[in-house]
């Protein structure tokens, strides 16, 4: 059984909430039809392999709506949001993949992973949900994921590592969300390679990019960093880049704009190509 920790408010009820529907897919769809879905699939695009290298990486967000904002003002499909985003260089796509709080489904993920697996060269989607449950990698899998995101405050340890090592037997990255000291030292207890380190709080929601200042300096020198939320300008890509994230994962910012791909192009250029990505 799925162990999640207990952490109030908000995301107390999201977990709750995932805990129940995941329980109904399986019923729904059994381990033995995901397993044939996998097999039809081409194998995973490295997210790591694609963050890496000089300047800052944009890993750009479809999502629909946030429990804080509402739906957001939008009609554009993931298919035709993944195209606009990768015309203005981002290095990733993030779906998100709840329902009841976000207003994601898995087809959308599959929708935007039609547009990342079939450009020249193929651009991994990360699964943007709340993943408590061995069940869930193995969808991932099955409807076009690339990579998953772990948040490490809402698992306890053993499940994190279960987690986590399950998604590596998989081919699957792990991008394991920290938001404080404890944290990253428990996602890089886990093998995590990959680290978010989110700006929100996600017990009370606000949103400060001090903590990636604070944090990225901290993590080990062969992980990737992504900095994620409150990212809207190149000053704030610069910022976080300077305080040495690699990549940075941008949601609202993007599928609000007029332009998407002119919006991503001016994150991706923030960063000089020839800056060092880990400065310590």
């Known amino acids: ?32 039809e995901l397993e044939r879905m996998v097999a039809g699939r081409p194998a995973p695009v490295s997210l790591a392999a694609a963050l890496a290298g000089h300047g800052i990486a944009v890993i750009a967000e ?56 079939g450009l020249p060269k193929p651009s991994p989607v990360l699964r943007k949900d709340f993943v408590v449950d061995e069940y869930q990698i193995i969808e991932s899998l099955a409807h076009g994921a690339d990579a998953i995101l772990l948040i490490v405050t809402a698992l306890d340890q053993p499940t994190l590592e ?12 792990a991008l394991d ?54 990212i809207f300008t190149a000053d704030d890509a610069r910022r976080v880049h300077g305080a040495g994230a690699n990549a940075i994962l941008v949601g609202e910012s993007l599928i609000t704009a007029t332009d998407r791909a002119a919006a991503v192009r001016l994150l991706r250029d923030a960063v000089s190509v020839t800056a060092d990505v880990r400065k310590r």
């Open 162 to 173: 279960r987690l986590s090592s399950l998604a590596r037997q998989n081919g699957l990255d």
């Open 1 to 32: 059984m799925t162990a999640i920790v207990e952490t109030g408010t908000i995301l107390d009820r999201i977990l709750a909430r995932t805990a129940q529907d995941v329980a109904a897919r399986r019923t729904s769809i059994p381990f033995a």
């Open 62 to 117: 479809y999502k629909r709506a946030s429990p804080s904002k509402g739906r957001f003002p939008f009609d554009a499909k993931p298919a035709e949001v993944a195209a606009q985003y990768f015309e203005g260089g981002a290095a990733a796509m993030s779906v998100l993949t709840d329902e009841p709080f976000f207003q994601g489904s898995l087809a959308d993920m599959r929708e935007a992973a039609g547009i990342a697996h």
């Open 177 to 230: 969300e920290v938001h404080d000291e404890v944290e990253l030292a428990r996602a890089e207890a886990a093998g995590a390679r990959l680290i978010g380190i989110n700006n929100r709080n996600l017990h009370t929601f606000e949103v400060d990019i001090a903590v990636t200042e604070r944090l990225s300096p901290l993590a080990a020198n062969d992980s990737i960093v992504v900095s994620e939320s409150g």
